[in-house]
T-cell receptor, first 114, second 109 residues
C-alpha cells in the first residue's frame, strides 16, 4: 500500500441499502477527510477526523457516518442510500488538521444509487 | 456565505501560456491551494500561497493578492498532458478547505 487506498472503486447500489466505503492510509497522517464531488460543484466535505478517536461533521454530513478507530482507517457508511448520494467519493489525509501541507487523495469511489 | 469563483472552462494552445483566475470570499484566510485533477483521477497538489506575491514551481506559478481576494495559476509552455481540471481552494479561519468548482482546461495542438 502506498498512500491512500479506497474500496470499492465503483459500486451500483439499490436505494435503501447500507454501504460502507473503505479508506486506508499508510502515511501515519493524523487528519483524514471524506469528500464528495459532483459535476459543477466544488469538493464538499462530508466528515473529517483530526486524530484517531475523534470525528467531526463537514458541510454535508446528513445520511453519512464515519468512525476512526485507529490512525490508518476511516470508513464512510451510508446507512440507507438514496439516489442523491450518487457521486464520486474521495478520501483524503493531511499530516495535521491545520498544517498548510497538501492533502493526499485516494483514487475515489464512484457510487451510483438507483 | 463563503464563495470561490473560477471559470468553468478554458481553451489554450500547446506551447502557449494560460492564466486561470480564482476569486474568493471566505470567513478568514489561512492560505490558498491549487490542485490539478485529470479526468477520472484524484486531485493532486500543485501549489500553496499564504503571502502576497508569486510562487514559481517549474512551468507552473501561482499568485496571490489577499487584499483583492484573488489568485491566479499561470501555466507556461503548455503540454497536452496539462489538459485537466484545476481546482482552487481556500483554507478558512476554522482551517476548513473551501473548494471552487474547478476550471476545465482544454489544450489544443
Amino acid at each position: 500500500i502506498a498512500g491512500i487506498t479506497q474500496a470499492p472503486t465503483s459500486q451500483i447500489l439499490a436505494a435503501g441499502r447500507r454501504m460502507t466505503l473503505r479508506c486506508t492510509q499508510d502515511m501515519r497522517h493524523n487528519a483524514m477527510y471524506w469528500y464528495r464531488q459532483d459535476l459543477g460543484l466544488g469538493l464538499r466535505l462530508i466528515h473529517y477526523s483530526n486524530t484517531a478517536g475523534t470525528t467531526g461533521k463537514g458541510e454535508v454530513p446528513d445520511g453519512y457516518s464515519v468512525s476512526r478507530a485507529n490512525t490508518d482507517d476511516f470508513p464512510l457508511t451510508l446507512a440507507s442510500a438514496v439516489p442523491s448520494q450518487t457521486s464520486v467519493y474521495f478520501c483524503a489525509s493531511s499530516r495535521t488538521p491545520s498544517s498548510p501541507g497538501e492533502l493526499f487523495f485516494g483514487e475515489g469511489s464512484r457510487l451510483t444509487v438507483l | 456565505g463563503q464563495n470561490i469563483d473560477q471559470p468553468t472552462e478554458m481553451t489554450a494552445t500547446e506551447g502557449a501560456i494560460v492564466q486561470i483566475n480564482c476569486t474568493y470570499q471566505t470567513s478568514g484566510f489561512n492560505g490558498l491551494f491549487w490542485y490539478q485533477q485529470h479526468a477520472g483521477e484524484a486531485p493532486t497538489f500543485l501549489s500553496y500561497n499564504v503571502l502576497d506575491g508569486l510562487e514559481e514551481k517549474g512551468r507552473f506559478s501561482s499568485f496571490l493578492s489577499r487584499s483583492k481576494g484573488y489568485s491566479y495559476l499561470l501555466l507556461k509552455e503548455l503540454q497536452m498532458k496539462d489538459s485537466a481540471s484545476y481546482l482552487c481552494a481556500v483554507l478558512d479561519s476554522n482551517y476548513q478547505l473551501i473548494w471552487g468548482a474547478g476550471t476545465k482546461l482544454i489544450i489544443k495542438p
